[in-house]
Structures are given as structure tokens and as C-alpha cells.
């Protein structure tokens, strides 16, 4: 019973390429949420999904990031033109449903740009 | 709106307990709570749903006052294993799902 499946866990970019960041949810969940997390500080929302729609994205920055959960595979996040300050851990989390589940987080992301 | 966690950080030796409290300015349909070591994915300790029902997971446990929006997790009789940054999660005010998390707080425990 395989938890929730994040690659790669690291991840090191030279600014202006592509970051993308996959996320498999434990089997049976269909929700995924994405997070990030800078050195010391706590988790910050960023998107749900669920499949193949985008429930909230408030927490995305407008430009250059982008999530998605197709029909079949993985989640993914997608960070084009990397900066610096894109350098953080990227945890994506699932759920069985709403309204009194608990989160499974995968192991991480952690994204470097160099 | 971002939950507030108190205190920012715990000192303990073995054996000693702890409380830390979660406060929001927003109505709480349910607060998550979760542990995270360094370097490590959150684990899920546990969720409370509003009504009040305190909720135990061995020697941790927890309550939630939805008329304050505050929720209070208890660790007794701590061990090295509590040692980590526990975040609380709220999801104001709906089932939706989206959880909000504090800013942490930090907990070590010495021999």
C-alpha cells in the first residue's frame, strides 16, 4: 500500500529552465493539494485538484506556475523560467475526500535553483 | 486566513507535557494536527471536527472549542520521539477540503 509518490526529491535547475514535479496520490484518493515550504518557515497552500479539474489555485503565483491532475497519471506541477526564489520544498499532500479526512503528504520536492 | 500557534517554540526534558494551542479568527469546521521532522513529509496526528470532542492518540490528544476557534493539542509524559515542528491545520469554516497551516511550532525533548 504505497503512500503518496513524489519525484524527483531533488531537483536542481539553473534559472530561466523548467521545473516540473510529480505527485501520485495514495490509491483511492482523488483529491491533491500542493504546498510549499521555504528553510524554517511552514507550509504554504498553493493549489487543489482534483481529477482533471482545478478546485482552487489561490495560492499559485499567477505567472509561470502551473498544476495539473489528468484523467490518467500523475499530478504535476509545473514551474517554468525558474528563479531563485522558487528554491524551496514542494510537498503535495491527498485525501480520500472532505470534511473530516486527514492529509497524506508525499515526501517532497526539494527544489533547487542555482 | 493563516491559523495562530502558540508558543512559537518548547523546550522539554523526557517525561514532561506540553500544550499547544491553535487560534483562529475565522469559524472552524475542523482542525487538523500535524508533526514534521527535519527533513521529513508532515504525518497526520489527527483531525477534530466541530462539537467539541476532545480526541486521544496515546499519550496525545486533543480539544476543539469551535465558540473560540481554538483547538489545544496535549502531549504528556513526552518522549525524544515527540521532538519536531507541529503545525495545526484549519479549513475556515467548510468541508472543502483546502487546509490552512500555522506557522509551527517547535518542539525538543532532551533526555
Known amino acids: 500500500n504505497a503512500g503518496v509518490m513524489q519525484n524527483p526529491r531533488h531537483l536542481v535547475r539553473r534559472r530561466g529552465q523548467e521545473a516540473r514535479l510529480r505527485c501520485s496520490p495514495m490509491?483511492?484518493?482523488?483529491?491533491v493539494y500542493w504546498y510549499r515550504q521555504l528553510p524554517e518557515e511552514g507550509l504554504k497552500f498553493m493549489v487543489y485538484l482534483q481529477k482533471e479539474n482545478i478546485i482552487d489555485e489561490s495560492g499559485m503565483p499567477k505567472e509561470r506556475f502551473s498544476a495539473e491532475f489528468p484523467k490518467e497519471g500523475p499530478s504535476i506541477l509545473r514551474i517554468q523560467q525558474v528563479v531563485r526564489g522558487d528554491s524551496a520544498a514542494y510537498f503535495c499532500?491527498?485525501?480520500?475526500?472532505?470534511?473530516?479526512?486527514?492529509?497524506?503528504f508525499g515526501s517532497g520536492t526539494r527544489l533547487t535553483v542555482v | 486566513q493563516q491559523p495562530v500557534q502558540s508558543p512559537q517554540a518548547v523546550i522539554l526534558r523526557e517525561g514532561e507535557d506540553a500544550v499547544i494551542n491553535c487560534s483562529s479568527s475565522?469559524?472552524?469546521?475542523?482542525v487538523h494536527w500535524y508533526r514534521q521532522k527535519h527533513g521529513e513529509a508532515p504525518v497526520f496526528l489527527m483531525i477534530?471536527?466541530?462539537?467539541?470532542e476532545q480526541k486521544g492518540h496515546e499519550k496525545i490528544s486533543a480539544s476543539f472549542n469551535e465558540k473560540k476557534q481554538q483547538s489545544s493539542l496535549y502531549l504528556t509524559a513526552s518522549q525524544l520521539s515527540y521532538s519536531g515542528t507541529y503545525f495545526c491545520?484549519?479549513?475556515?469554516?467548510?468541508?472543502?477540503?483546502?487546509?490552512?497551516f500555522g506557522q509551527g511550532t517547535i518542539l525538543t525533548v532532551h533526555p
Open positions: 499532500a491527498s485525501s480520500v475526500g472532505t470534511g473530516g479526512y486527514g492529509y497524506t
Open positions: 475565522k469559524a472552524l469546521y475542523s
Open positions: 477534530l471536527l466541530k462539537g467539541g
Open positions: 491545520g484549519t479549513d475556515g469554516g467548510t468541508s472543502y477540503g483546502k487546509l490552512t
Open positions: 490509491k483511492g484518493h482523488s483529491h
